[in-house]
């Protein structure tokens, strides 16, 4: 059974959650925006180079996300990827020292901005070809499911590569192995340049899952709190051992598709639409319409997240880059089997 059910909050005029809650979603998401706005700045200056996925305006999705799951949940994504790595726990120097190929970096400045990984913060990637991270993540979950845990994976990727036929797949043995996968299609409306609107004849995305009989449902992406409930129910539904589920998460950045795209494909007045609807000044204005927060609890926030950010812009460009030989090592894992022997 496939149940659409558009899921948002901010029609409500009573908070719902927790002083502590409401605070949490506020920081991680000003966090996000502020290292990536750093993030472009330095590629501006070139002290970042390669490729670039900022993740500016979609921030409501990473905060609503890891407050309904645990830490022992496993997250594998694309490449637009900064923002759901500084959710799960990774430490900013070394999130942006990856960015500057720095040894100190997320994985010693060998993966830059697409392939951040931490085996730590259960990180799977970050993974820069289209669509191969909805495999990886079918495979994580069903490692979960053969361990007999009740942990699951969330697999997040793009509106374009939902188009790839390695989806079809993995939703068809997700489904009938019962493999505990929350599967996330992050639509931003725009695979590149191409909207979905010129891809798909299905635009309401959360439909894909009918085929397979997989619960799906389209939720507000520009929405922390909408994110985390319907998290919450689809987490609730996998841990009982019913299989996977699947979410459309209606979202938007306000970048192009990286620092190259100018985004001229769309018009001023879409953009606009969106930025009036910021997660991050929406949370914040309710937080005070609502007496949850004070002005002063506001900017102690705003102040600590920008020497946060100061600092790792000042570890990162202060770090060294690898030396020559790391070319040798991390490229391969030796293990022993006893029955190979």
């Known amino acids: 059974m496939v149940e659409k059910k558009k899921t948002s909050t901010r029609k409500s005029k009573k908070p719902?959650?927790?002083?502590?809650?409401?605070?949490?979603?506020?920081?991680?998401?000003?966090r996000i925006r502020k290292f990536e706005e750093r993030a472009l700045m330095a590629y501006g200056q070139q002290k970042i180079r390669g490729f670039c996925h900022v993740y500016i305006g979609q921030e409501a999705v990473a905060a609503g996300m890891e407050s309904a799951i645990r830490k022992e949940d496993a997250i594998v994504t694309a490449y637009r990827q900064h923002g759901i790595a500084l959710g799960r726990g990774l430490d900013s120097n070394a999130c942006m020292a990856e960015l500057f190929g720095k040894e100190t970096g997320a994985v010693k400045g060998k993966g830059g901005s697409m392939?951040?990984?931490?085996a730590e913060h259960r990180y799977f990637g970050g993974n820069g070809i289209v669509g191969a991270q909805i495999p990886i993540g079918t495979g994580i979950g069903f490692a979960e499911k053969y361990k007999g845990t009740d942990n699951l994976c969330v697999t997040m990727f793009g509106d374009g590569a939902a188009r790839q036929g390695a989806l079809h797949e993995s939703f068809n043995m997700a489904m009938t192995w019962k493999?505990?996968?929350?599967?996330?299609?992050?639509?931003?409306g725009y695979a590149m340049g191409t909207s979905v609107k010129r891809t798909s004849n299905v635009e309401e995305m959360y439909k894909i899952g009918l085929a397979y009989d997989m619960p799906s449902e389209s939720v507000d992406g520009m929405d922390p709190v909408a994110v985390h409930e319907a998290f919450s129910k689809a987490a609730e539904?996998?841990?009982?051992?019913?299989?996977?589920?699947?979410?459309?998460?209606r979202t938007y950045r306000y970048k192009g598709h990286s620092v190259s795209d100018?985004?001229?494909?769309?018009?001023?007045?879409?953009?606009?639409?969106?930025?009036?609807?910021?997660?991050?000044?929406?949370?914040?204005?309710?937080?005070?319409?609502?007496?949850?927060?004070?002005e002063d609890?506001?900017?102690?926030?705003?102040?600590?997240?920008?020497?946060?950010?100061?600092?790792?812009?000042?570890?990162?460009?202060?770090?060294?880059?690898?030396?020559?030989?790391?070319?040798?090592?991390?490229?391969?894992?030796?293990?022993?089997?006893?029955?190979?022997?």
């Open 16 to 30: 719902a959650y927790s002083k502590e809650q409401y605070m949490e979603w506020y920081t991680l998401m000003l």
């Open 115 to 118: 392939h951040f990984f931490s």
């Open 179 to 188: 493999i505990p996968v929350i599967y996330v299609v992050e639509n931003n």
């Open 237 to 249: 539904h996998v841990r009982a051992g019913n299989g996977p589920y699947f979410l459309e998460v």
């Open 262 to 294: 100018p985004a001229k494909y769309r018009t001023k007045e879409e953009v606009q639409e969106y930025k009036d609807r910021d997660p991050i000044k929406m949370i914040e204005s309710f937080i005070i319409d609502q007496k949850i927060g004070t």
């Open 297 to 341: 609890e506001i900017k102690k926030i705003k102040a600590d997240v920008k020497k946060e950010i100061d600092d790792c812009m000042k570890f990162a460009e202060e770090s060294d880059y690898p030396s020559a030989d790391e070319l040798y090592t991390d490229n391969y894992v030796q293990e022993d089997y006893p029955f190979l022997t």
